[in-house]
C-alpha cells in the first residue's frame, strides 16, 4: 500500500518557477522500490504524463512539452519526490498529480529513458496556475 500526498500549489507569473512535492508513505516498500511519476490535467483537456522518477537508479524521464524547464528529483530520507518547474508557461496551468508505479523507467537503444505506463497509486491533486 502506498499514499502519495502532493503539495505545493501556487499562482505564479510566466516565466516563474514553482517546486511541488509528493510526500510517500509505504507499506513494506520504500522509495526506491517505486518509479514516482508527475501527471497533471488542465480543465476540458486530458490527463498527461509530465515526468517520472526511478529513484533506485535516479533515472529519469520528461515529456517534450516540459524537458529543459522542469526536474524531478528524490530525497530518500524524506521519501519525498519534487517537481521543480522554472520558466514557467500560461499552458502549464493545471491540476498535478503524482503516482507511483512497481514498474521501473525503460530505455532505449539512444539511451533516451521512458516513464512506465501502470500507475496503480496516486496522490490527491495540487493546483499550479501561470498567469501570462
Known sequence: EVQLQA???GL???GGSLRLSCVASFSGLSLDDYTIGWFR???GKEREGVSCITSSDGSTAYAD????????SSDYAKNT?????NSLKAEDTATYYCAASI???SVDYSGTYYCPSDYN????GTQVTVSS
Do not use: H
Open 12 to 14: 505564479v507569473q510566466a
Open 41 to 43: 490535467q488542465a480543465p
Open 121 to 124: 497509486y496516486w496522490g490527491q
Open 103 to 105: 514498474s521501473m523507467t
Open 65 to 72: 512539452s516540459v524537458k529543459g524547464r522542469f526536474t524531478t
Open 7 to 9: 503539495s505545493g500549489e
Open 81 to 85: 519526490v519534487y517537481l521543480q518547474m
